[in-house]
């Protein structure tokens, strides 16, 4: 305990000079803007940033570069709120009830909030990164692939009980996403599987390229039906980014439920930021009293999953402090540029070097607090481009779309899918078939299906191996009480008498 | 149809199509004893399990709604649905041998001009400054690498 | 005028009759636009670094005149990336970085594109091949733990990552193989997110094993959490003199795992010969060998033709050892 404050010292020491701080500014400003852009997510920004490391200290580089990665967090759902194209996939879930706010007129509240949930996530995630490393990192490695196979089902079943819709329709969109994951080469046998033969289809299909035709461009195809419709926006209230008094206490459970939560599932490596923030949207939706509120524009549905998101961001540097590993594909990118400067990071950095360590770490509590500066104000021109008439909004949309597209893999062919993506969101839509279900497949996917098959390989082919865990057999037990809970509320709603519209789902 | 039988019959056709698919996926002898097949017939039973149940719920349902696409009632939507997509796989085509300025300068006033119909001259605007912008803050301030094509020998920067 | 030409043919027509072009013209060619080396992966990986370290080494070396930009493909185990470098044809402005992937992808059949479809500049680096255990498991040589393997292959989970038919992958295979055990048998438990994921997967318990390139296991080693059972370099590699390699402990396998740069196919001698040249002044200058050191990778400079060599060999050889566990049919 004392030693960790002693290091905590040492770590502000380091993160409050001034140069680091100006670093941390730049990085935090620049990253905001990068995470805004579809497409451009936290990895591009450490990457961009990358040449201009070279001539830095090691400590100032990846303060420098962890700034840009919190930054991309916070600018990330920006973009979701203002035109429902999340920046990553961790960003998607602001979508459902960020973007109907900002349609409702309240987009300087939702930014404010998911501003000020990033900032509370971040500080919560940040308390116990520095308290409950050693114990939180010894479960960690208690997590074999039948823990997160169970996990990722976990997710995907809360998932689909909580979307909108019959849960045999979520259990399609699922089915499809899955189907979409599972396109490509299969890494663990070398097959190539349903590519129909396209070259290009063969790395699979990057779930980035997806969601922006199902969010952005779709989003453009139903202004198509609705083009003359104006917003319910009051002018007057457009421009004032900050969060009534009754908002702000609906967001302070959520806030306080998602941080722990997303610091746990950040811990674990992988998709840690995309099950968090779907997760706690759930966890959110099943504890309020009026849950159809939810998906239009409310309130409580950014908060948590915003505050979750970030707590989750400061779980992944567990295995980085603990064992030198990358918790996240950018703290990938971060140990590489680390590695030009002649820094090997290990379990041994610590004891190294612990005026970087935990000079990055002081430089988090730093910069969360300068990036709620940076955004709450940053709100105020961004609210205003609501201001701009749908008909070139739109063209625009469109155009940074297709850009963003392009800047994730650099191919032409991803063109193609968007497109299709876009169309086929745009049925989805038609049919009243859940999107979410289908996303979160797609991201799990993979994962899914690799731990489901190491499990089986590991437990030489005993599908026992699921129930014989403690901790995988828990989270099973979850996913069955949310399916009974769920069709159990379906029960209820067929004997109410209802809407035609209702009815036909 | 109603909505219910549409999502129905379209989840088991897609799930047979991809059962059938499944059946193609070559089996090594390396690799896990479980194999690339094993998930994705499970994937296929769950879909197909799950739009057949839809398929029974529709028949049992008292108050059937029918449910149309509007491909002919809203014609003009899915007309203007089909141009922005080809007008975004034509972007992708054209974009390495055009250049990036040139291939969105020509999608963005091909949008532009289905979307903010007759206003030529602003839409020539914003498709210029579009394409400008964006250009100048990636590749030249961002330095991500995109197309130069046609204008690449021209381009003093 | 006509002087000139008479000159210029007859130089052609000598060129012909020694199949090499005019070796007057040879010296002139220089990069015309900016250089472009292409890295077929995303930033942080390997390739990027090797990419990354040339332009640097490059540039600040002063060896080009021409701004040089790395460019991320990522795809396709890199035949994304070298498809596009495929199609530059005759243009001597760019350049790619390999490895044994590219022999790889062609052999497992998930590309046709091959190291000869390209001009194989030079092998650059290696790294070196371990296979590691948790510091307090029973096995302490390379024999011991593959003699518990030959008893009961399906208490033995072997970790390889992001897939199998790489290097690492290859390097288990050739052992078990080496050590009288059954390749076939092996229980190989990939993991995409590789080092990432192997090792909390080791320390965890998990799997009895990794595969994987020393550098990943190094600093985990030096904190005494992995114990490494061999490596495939020639020799004891200076940063963990402690660790045998294979052929101390009587299996003939030293195995790099090595990356280096190609140009685009259908370059005009001329344009070859500036490059040889460049990469040839690059390997010795100090800021090439310095980057090398920080990055812990070893020097394994290898100029074209006898990279060409190095190749056939080693495709014969991976051909070999992924047919017999049936990667290959």
Redesign the interface.
Same mark, same amino acid.
């Given at each position: 305990m004392e030693a960790i404050l002693h290091n905590l010292g040492l770590g502000l020491e380091v993160a409050l000079t001034p140069n680091n701080i100006m670093w941390v500014f730049i990085g935090g400003l620049l990253g905001t803007i990068i995470g805004m852009l579809p497409g451009l997510g936290p990895a591009t920004g450490v990457a961009v940033l990358i040449p201009i490391t070279y001539g830095m200290n090691p400590a100032t580089a990846l303060i420098t570069m962890s700034a840009v990665y919190y930054g991309a967090m916070f600018g990330g759902s920006r973009a979701s709120i203002m035109i429902n194209t999340p920046g990553d996939a961790s960003a998607i879930v602001s979508c459902f009830d960020g973007y109907p706010m900002a349609k409702k007129g309240k987009a300087g509240s939702a930014l404010a909030i998911s501003a000020i949930a990033s900032f509370v996530g971040g500080m919560i995630g940040m308390v116990c990164l520095v308290f409950f490393t050693e114990p939180v990192a010894a479960m960690a490695l208690k997590f074999g692939p039948a823990e997160k196979f169970s996990l990722m089902l976990f997710a995907l079943t809360a998932t689909i009980t909580l979307s909108e819709g019959s849960i045999l329709k979520g259990f399609i969109a699922m089915g499809i996403g899955f189907m979409l994951a599972t396109i490509g080469i299969d890494g663990q046998s070398g097959a190539i599987r349903f590519t129909m033969g396209i070259d290009d289809l063969q790395d699979g299909i990057d779930f980035l390229v997806v969601m922006i035709g199902l969010y952005a461009v779709t989003e453009v195809f139903k202004n198509f039906s609705a083009m003359d419709v104006k917003y319910d926006i009051d002018a007057k209230s457009i421009g004032r980014v900050w969060v009534s008094w009754p908002d702000f206490k609906k967001s302070i459970g959520p806030m306080l439920r998602g941080s722990p939560l997303g610091f746990l599932i950040g811990v674990l490596p992988g998709a840690g930021g995309t099950i968090a923030t779907f997760l706690s949207y759930a966890v959110e939706k099943s504890v309020t009293k009026k849950p159809a509120e939810f998906g239009k524009g409310a309130i409580q549905g950014l908060a948590g999953p915003e505050a979750a998101n970030n707590a989750c961001s400061c779980g992944a540097l567990v295995p980085l402090l603990t064992l030198g590993i990358p918790g996240s594909g950018t703290a990938a990118v971060m140990l590489g540029a680390l590695m030009m400067l002649g820094v090997r990071p290990g379990p041994i950095l610590f004891e190294q070097h612990p005026e970087i360590a935990w000079g990055v770490i002081a430089s988090m509590l730093v910069g969360n607090i300068m990036l709620l500066m940076i955004n709450l104000p940053l709100a105020v021109p961004l609210v205003r481009l609501l201001k701009i008439p749908q008909r070139i909004m739109l063209p625009l949309i469109l155009g940074m779309g297709y850009m963003g597209t392009y800047f994730l893999n650099y191919a032409s062919f991803d063109f193609i899918l968007v497109s299709l993506a876009a169309l086929a969101g745009y049925m989805l839509v038609k049919l009243s078939i859940p999107i979410p279900p289908m996303v979160l497949a797609l991201i799990l996917g993979g994962m899914t299906e690799q731990s489901f098959r190491n499990s089986l390989t590991i437990a030489n082919g005993s599908l026992s191996i699921f129930w014989e865990q403690p901790i995988s057999l828990a989270f099973l037990v979850l996913a069955a009480i949310s399916l009974v809970y769920a069709l159990n509320k379906q029960k209820k709603l067929m004997k109410m008498p209802s809407t035609p519209e209702e009815e036909a789902d | 149809m109603t909505k219910n039988s549409t999502t129905g019959w379209f989840a088991v056709v897609l799930g047979a199509f991809y059962l059938f698919g499944t059946t193609l996926v070559p089996i090594f002898d390396a690799g896990d004893q479980t194999g690339p097949r094993a998930f994705p017939y499970l994937v296929s039973a769950v879909v197909i399990l799950s739009g057949l149940g839809l398929l029974v719920k529709d028949w049992r349902s008292a108050k059937r709604v029918p449910f149309s696409w509007g491909f002919s009632t809203d014609r003009a939507i899915w007309l203007k649905i089909l141009a922005t997509m080809v007008a975004g796989i034509v972007y992708g085509l054209v974009l390495d041998s055009l250049g990036y300025l040139i291939a969105t300068f020509l999608f963005m006033v091909a949008v532009s001009e289905l979307i903010n119909v007759g206003r030529h001259a602003q839409n020539l605007v914003i498709a210029v400054a579009f394409s400008l912008v964006t250009f100048i803050s990636f590749a030249l301030i961002l330095k991500l690498s995109l197309p130069r094509g046609l204008l690449g020998g021209i381009l003093p920067f | 005028m006509i002087g000139k030409w008479r000159v210029l043919s007859g130089l052609i027509a000598t060129a012909m009759v020694a199949a090499t072009a005019a070796p007057a013209l040879a010296e002139d060619w220089k990069p015309q636009?900016p250089i472009?080396i292409i890295a077929p992966a995303?930033?942080?990986?390997g390739w990027?670094?090797i990419a990354?370290?040339m332009q640097?080494a490059l540039t600040e070396e002063k060896l080009v005149d021409k701004p040089i +930009?790395v460019?991320?493909?990522?795809?396709?185990?890199g #035949?994304?990336g070298w498809n596009y470098l495929k199609g530059k044809s005759g243009q001597g402005e760019f350049l790619a970085a390999n490895s044994p992937l590219i022999l790889q992808n062609n052999l497992?059949? %998930?590309s046709d594109l091959t190291y000869k479809n390209f001009f194989m500049l030079a092998n650059l680096m290696a790294e070196w091949e371990v296979v590691a255990v948790k510091a307090d498991s029973p096995w302490k040589t390379g024999k011991e733990f593959f003699e518990a393997m030959k008893k009961d292959p !399906?208490s033995m @989970?072997i970790g390889v990552g992001?897939?199998?038919?790489n290097d690492d992958h290859i390097q288990f295979l050739t052992l078990t193989k080496a050590f009288g055990a059954d390749p %076939?048998a092996v229980?190989?438990?990939?993991?995409?997110?590789t080092? #990432?994921?192997q +090792?909390?997967?080791l320390? *965890? *318990? @998990? +799997?009895q094993a990794i595969t994987i390139s020393l550098a990943e296991t190094?600093?985990?080693v030096? #904190?005494g959490?992995l114990r490494i059972l061999g490596v495939s370099s020639p020799e004891r590699v200076s940063e963990l003199p402690n660790v045998p390699t294979w052929k101390e402990q009587g299996v003939d396998f030293v195995f790099p795992h090595w990356r280096g740069v190609m140009a685009a196919p259908g370059l005009s001698p001329a344009q070859q010969k500036f490059w040889t040249e460049t990469i040839d002044k690059m390997v010795k200058s100090k800021t090439w060998k310095d !980057?090398l050191e920080?990055?812990?990778w070893d020097d394994y400079y290898t100029p074209s033709t006898d990279y060409v060599t190095f190749l056939d060999k080693q495709d014969t050889l991976m051909r070999e050892s992924l047919t017999d566990?049936?990667?290959i049919?």
């Amino acid at each position: 305990m004392e030693a960790i404050l002693h290091n905590l010292g040492l770590g502000l020491e380091v993160a409050l000079t001034p140069n680091n701080i100006m670093w941390v500014f730049i990085g935090g400003l620049l990253g905001t803007i990068i995470g805004m852009l579809p497409g451009l997510g936290p990895a591009t920004g450490v990457a961009v940033l990358i040449p201009i490391t070279y001539g830095m200290n090691p400590a100032t580089a990846l303060i420098t570069m962890s700034a840009v990665y919190y930054g991309a967090m916070f600018g990330g759902s920006r973009a979701s709120i203002m035109i429902n194209t999340p920046g990553d996939a961790s960003a998607i879930v602001s979508c459902f009830d960020g973007y109907p706010m900002a349609k409702k007129g309240k987009a300087g509240s939702a930014l404010a909030i998911s501003a000020i949930a990033s900032f509370v996530g971040g500080m919560i995630g940040m308390v116990c990164l520095v308290f409950f490393t050693e114990p939180v990192a010894a479960m960690a490695l208690k997590f074999g692939p039948a823990e997160k196979f169970s996990l990722m089902l976990f997710a995907l079943t809360a998932t689909i009980t909580l979307s909108e819709g019959s849960i045999l329709k979520g259990f399609i969109a699922m089915g499809i996403g899955f189907m979409l994951a599972t396109i490509g080469i299969d890494g663990q046998s070398g097959a190539i599987r349903f590519t129909m033969g396209i070259d290009d289809l063969q790395d699979g299909i990057d779930f980035l390229v997806v969601m922006i035709g199902l969010y952005a461009v779709t989003e453009v195809f139903k202004n198509f039906s609705a083009m003359d419709v104006k917003y319910d926006i009051d002018a007057k209230s457009i421009g004032r980014v900050w969060v009534s008094w009754p908002d702000f206490k609906k967001s302070i459970g959520p806030m306080l439920r998602g941080s722990p939560l997303g610091f746990l599932i950040g811990v674990l490596p992988g998709a840690g930021g995309t099950i968090a923030t779907f997760l706690s949207y759930a966890v959110e939706k099943s504890v309020t009293k009026k849950p159809a509120e939810f998906g239009k524009g409310a309130i409580q549905g950014l908060a948590g999953p915003e505050a979750a998101n970030n707590a989750c961001s400061c779980g992944a540097l567990v295995p980085l402090l603990t064992l030198g590993i990358p918790g996240s594909g950018t703290a990938a990118v971060m140990l590489g540029a680390l590695m030009m400067l002649g820094v090997r990071p290990g379990p041994i950095l610590f004891e190294q070097h612990p005026e970087i360590a935990w000079g990055v770490i002081a430089s988090m509590l730093v910069g969360n607090i300068m990036l709620l500066m940076i955004n709450l104000p940053l709100a105020v021109p961004l609210v205003r481009l609501l201001k701009i008439p749908q008909r070139i909004m739109l063209p625009l949309i469109l155009g940074m779309g297709y850009m963003g597209t392009y800047f994730l893999n650099y191919a032409s062919f991803d063109f193609i899918l968007v497109s299709l993506a876009a169309l086929a969101g745009y049925m989805l839509v038609k049919l009243s078939i859940p999107i979410p279900p289908m996303v979160l497949a797609l991201i799990l996917g993979g994962m899914t299906e690799q731990s489901f098959r190491n499990s089986l390989t590991i437990a030489n082919g005993s599908l026992s191996i699921f129930w014989e865990q403690p901790i995988s057999l828990a989270f099973l037990v979850l996913a069955a009480i949310s399916l009974v809970y769920a069709l159990n509320k379906q029960k209820k709603l067929m004997k109410m008498p209802s809407t035609p519209e209702e009815e036909a789902d | 149809m109603t909505k219910n039988s549409t999502t129905g019959w379209f989840a088991v056709v897609l799930g047979a199509f991809y059962l059938f698919g499944t059946t193609l996926v070559p089996i090594f002898d390396a690799g896990d004893q479980t194999g690339p097949r094993a998930f994705p017939y499970l994937v296929s039973a769950v879909v197909i399990l799950s739009g057949l149940g839809l398929l029974v719920k529709d028949w049992r349902s008292a108050k059937r709604v029918p449910f149309s696409w509007g491909f002919s009632t809203d014609r003009a939507i899915w007309l203007k649905i089909l141009a922005t997509m080809v007008a975004g796989i034509v972007y992708g085509l054209v974009l390495d041998s055009l250049g990036y300025l040139i291939a969105t300068f020509l999608f963005m006033v091909a949008v532009s001009e289905l979307i903010n119909v007759g206003r030529h001259a602003q839409n020539l605007v914003i498709a210029v400054a579009f394409s400008l912008v964006t250009f100048i803050s990636f590749a030249l301030i961002l330095k991500l690498s995109l197309p130069r094509g046609l204008l690449g020998g021209i381009l003093p920067f | 005028m006509i002087g000139k030409w008479r000159v210029l043919s007859g130089l052609i027509a000598t060129a012909m009759v020694a199949a090499t072009a005019a070796p007057a013209l040879a010296e002139d060619w220089k990069p015309q636009r900016p250089i472009e080396i292409i890295a077929p992966a995303g930033p942080g990986g390997g390739w990027d670094l090797i990419a990354r370290t040339m332009q640097k080494a490059l540039t600040e070396e002063k060896l080009v005149d021409k701004p040089i +930009i790395v460019t991320n493909k990522p795809g396709g185990g890199g #035949a994304t990336g070298w498809n596009y470098l495929k199609g530059k044809s005759g243009q001597g402005e760019f350049l790619a970085a390999n490895s044994p992937l590219i022999l790889q992808n062609n052999l497992l059949g %998930k590309s046709d594109l091959t190291y000869k479809n390209f001009f194989m500049l030079a092998n650059l680096m290696a790294e070196w091949e371990v296979v590691a255990v948790k510091a307090d498991s029973p096995w302490k040589t390379g024999k011991e733990f593959f003699e518990a393997m030959k008893k009961d292959p !399906s208490s033995m @989970h072997i970790g390889v990552g992001p897939a199998l038919g790489n290097d690492d992958h290859i390097q288990f295979l050739t052992l078990t193989k080496a050590f009288g055990a059954d390749p %076939k048998a092996v229980k190989f438990v990939v993991y995409p997110n590789t080092a #990432a994921e192997q +090792i909390p997967a080791l320390l *965890g *318990g @998990h +799997i009895q094993a990794i595969t994987i390139s020393l550098a990943e296991t190094l600093e985990q080693v030096k #904190a005494g959490k992995l114990r490494i059972l061999g490596v495939s370099s020639p020799e004891r590699v200076s940063e963990l003199p402690n660790v045998p390699t294979w052929k101390e402990q009587g299996v003939d396998f030293v195995f790099p795992h090595w990356r280096g740069v190609m140009a685009a196919p259908g370059l005009s001698p001329a344009q070859q010969k500036f490059w040889t040249e460049t990469i040839d002044k690059m390997v010795k200058s100090k800021t090439w060998k310095d !980057s090398l050191e920080t990055l812990g990778w070893d020097d394994y400079y290898t100029p074209s033709t006898d990279y060409v060599t190095f190749l056939d060999k080693q495709d014969t050889l991976m051909r070999e050892s992924l047919t017999d566990v049936g990667l290959i049919k």
